[in-house]
């Protein structure tokens, strides 16, 4: 059988790990709620805070990456990571401004179609924006907004979602992969399915953008929101995207500002919106441009990376961590769905000492994610976690379980993590 050191010799992805920036001897787990720095994305970072020491105003149209396009240069470089065409994607805002932009644009509830369907497990956020955006339209979210339920308090069963695609249903928002579970919904067949009733679907691809390939375009998705703070590493704030099918272009956004003007015409000062043609038209202030500079370094890792080469590695990553746990720690219940097919970037465990074993984890120099009440999330991210990682991090829960190393640690919570 193959050692994790052979694994990691055979490794084609194994050189990037020398781009991050990473603690010595630390083992960071965590690239699904913070990516870590890359030496590329901090190099374009101080690019652009440069250009603005050099150009002032000028930055704007001139230097190697002017500040007017940066976005939708970008935007046609992230577009096959969500297997959309490029003018359906847009780098701008964050997943729940994303969600209201994407809300106000293509909600258009009638008196027998007004519900929007979301899930019992979907990160709060994204239920807050509903919420909140159903009230601004004179809806009552208790009657408006519908969850579909989990069995099992983790994941969410193909046929359940099905069976609440009903006729007054006008939306249906899900995230790609769940947040805690790592389960990844079947986006197909739910977008199928959805539009066979008339709904249209969007997907919050915030677990699954850097982490697996997609195909949006293809599989009909209306919209999806996404970051690039977490598997994508563009930095803490990093700017997010948003996807919309073009078949929805001709939509005005439900909250324009001056840059989802068609940019020829932006600086013609009329009272006159000008809607830029693609998913641009949706922006709509002033890019943020320092939060958007490290995505371009990033990126450009991805681009020689590969996407399925990513995915396929952290598949092979996961599942070494699964078995690994399996068998040296199975007081620790795996939550994340059994097939492939069916899981995302990250590995679920529930304990009732879920807390306290995290605080243990990190004093041993590995990075968890505890979400509460009982979950540690743990993401061996592709592009800088090794084999051996993965192995010495079974090892060192081991250690902490077999000798109750997490009750010199307290179960009080930190503000994060
Ligand atoms: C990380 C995450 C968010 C965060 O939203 P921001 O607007 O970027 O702060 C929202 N939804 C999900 C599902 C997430 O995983």
């Known amino acids: 059988m193959a050692t994790a050191r052979d694994l990691d010799e055979q490794d084609v992805l194994k050189d990037f790990k020398e781009e991050f920036y990473m603690e010595d001897g630390q083992i960071y787990m965590d690239g699904n709620s913070l990516g870590l720095m ?9 690019s652009l805070v440069d250009s603005w020491r050099s150009y002032g105003i000028d930055g704007w149209t001139e230097g190697d990456n002017p500040w007017f396009t940066l976005a939708e240069e970008m935007s046609s470089r992230i577009a096959p990571f969500v297997g959309a065409k490029p003018h359906e994607v847009m780098v701008t805002g964050s997943i729940t401004s994303n969600i209201h932009q994407m809300l106000s644009t293509l909600f258009q509830p009638t008196a027998e179609r007004s519900v929007i369907l979301v899930d019992e497990l979907n990160f709060p956020s994204d239920i807050y924006a509903v919420e909140s955006h159903l009230r601004l339209r004179g809806l009552n979210p208790e009657i408006a907004m519908r969850k579909i339920e989990s069995r099992d308090g983790y994941t969410l069963e193909l046929e359940d979602i099905l069976e609440k695609l009903t006729e007054d249903v006008s939306i249906v928002l899900l995230p790609s992969v769940l947040y805690r579970s790592g389960q990844l919904l079947a986006i197909r067949e739910i ?12 997907f919050d691809l915030a677990h699954s953008i850097g982490a ?3 195909r949006l375009h293809e599989d009909g998705v209306d919209f999806a929101v996404w970051c690039h703070y977490k598997y994508m590493n563009s930095g803490p704030g990093g700017t997010g995207g948003l996807y919309i099918h073009e078949r929805h272009h001709q939509l005005l956004p439900g909250n324009a500002g001056w840059f989802g003007s068609d940019k020829t015409k932006q600086f013609d000062m009329t009272h006159q919106f000008s809607k830029a043609e693609g998913a641009g038209a949706y922006q709509i ?4 441009i320092f939060s958007m500079a490290p995505l371009l370094g990033s990126i450009e890792v991805f681009e020689e ?5 990513v995915r396929e590695k952290s598949l092979q990553l996961t599942l070494a961590l699964r078995k690994g746990l399996a068998a040296g720690v199975p007081e620790l219940t795996d939550v994340t769905p059994e097939q492939d097919e069916d899981r995302g970037g990250h590995i679920a465990l529930s304990h009732p000492e879920a807390a306290r074993i995290c605080k243990a984890l990190k004093a041993e120099g590995v990075v968890p994610d505890f979400r509460a009440p009982n979950i540690i999330r ?3 991210v592709a592009l800088y976690t090794s084999f051996e990682d993965v192995e010495r991090t079974v090892k060192i829960l081991e250690m902490i379980m077999n000798e109750e190393l997490y009750k010199n640690y307290s ?3 930190n503000v994060v993590a």
Do not use: C, D
């Open 378 to 380: 743990l993401a061996p």
């Open 191 to 202: 977008t199928e399915a959805a539009h066979e009733k008339g709904i249209l679907v969007g």
């Open 38 to 46: 890359s030496k590329r994305a901090e190099a374009k970072m101080l």
């Open 411 to 413: 179960n009080e919570r």
């Open 305 to 309: 990376a590969g996407i399925s080469r």
């Open 285 to 288: 202030g002033t890019p943020n």
């Open 212 to 214: 697996m390939p997609h």
